[in-house]
């Protein structure tokens, strides 16, 4: 059994880690008079970033870079350290596992589940999240976009799992349908969608299972895979 999984608002609080350093951010740039920055915040202008390729393999210095470019016409403007600094301090002071992940993660190395984590973002961030939270020896491999070129946005990164570790028993847990659940559906996995963080509201097209948390999700996994071996059997 092949599981891929997905990081950002799946295993850790990513959106609301985001949420804390925009609130940070928007006081900051509120003392610095930053105006037009303040008003591409609150109108959420960020949203057109969404589904932006290249912007998946960046970290989050690339991403605030691409934002002072989209506001102010250059990268970096005076204070851009300053800003650089306090995102980098808030997120990860904010950033947890959610409380069913650990969970998660044990019961499918009890069922013998090799587990691959796919993931969007520079390899420098994501390696730094996935230390930070302490989580990295339940993988069995980390396949990165800012490493192999590819975004979520494509299949080439679920294909490369299922390369990596050939299985006919396979599932993709994440929380964005159009990544996840797209990949999911690309290599003929089981695509169960955890509906939180950023992309909560979104429509979904691709899913086989929508869950509310990992819990549920580990229960689809257990109710499938005993169908399979009673079918087997």
């Not at 608002?9 to 949420?19: M, Q, V």
């Not at 006081?27 to 932006?52: A, D, N, S």
């Not at 210095?61 to 970096?76: D, L, Q």
Request: hydrophobic share 40%.
């Amino acid at each position: 059994m092949l599981v891929i999984v997905d990081l950002d608002d799946t295993l850790c609080t990513t959106w609301d880690a985001g949420k804390r350093v925009l609130m940070r951010l928007f006081l900051h740039l509120l003392v610095k008079r930053r105006f037009r920055m303040i008003k591409y915040l609150l109108f959420r202008g960020y949203r057109e970033l969404e589904g932006i390729e290249a912007l998946h393999r960046m970290d989050i210095e690339g991403i605030i870079e691409e934002v002072f470019r989209r506001v102010y016409g250059e990268k970096r403007v005076e204070g851009f350290s300053e800003i650089l600094e306090l995102v980098d301090k808030t997120f990860f002071s904010s950033l947890k596992l959610y409380p069913d992940a650990l969970p998660f993660l044990r019961n499918l190395k009890e069922m013998g589940a090799r587990i691959v984590l796919v993931t969007d973002s520079s390899s420098r961030w994501q390696r730094r999240k996935v230390k930070h939270l302490g989580i990295g020896d339940y993988f069995d491999d980390i396949i990165i976009s800012g490493e192999t070129g590819y975004s979520k946005l494509t299949p080439h990164n679920f294909k490369l799992a299922l390369s990596r570790f050939p299985d006919d028993e396979v599932y993709v847990v994440g929380d964005r349908d159009e990544t996840d659940m797209a990949g999911a559906r690309a290599i003929g996995a089981t695509g169960i969608l955890v509906r939180r963080g950023y992309f909560r509201r979104k429509h979904i097209r691709n899913a086989d299972y929508i869950v509310r948390n990992l819990n549920e999700a580990l229960e689809v996994i257990k109710r499938e895979h005993g169908l399979k071996n009673r079918a087997e059997a």
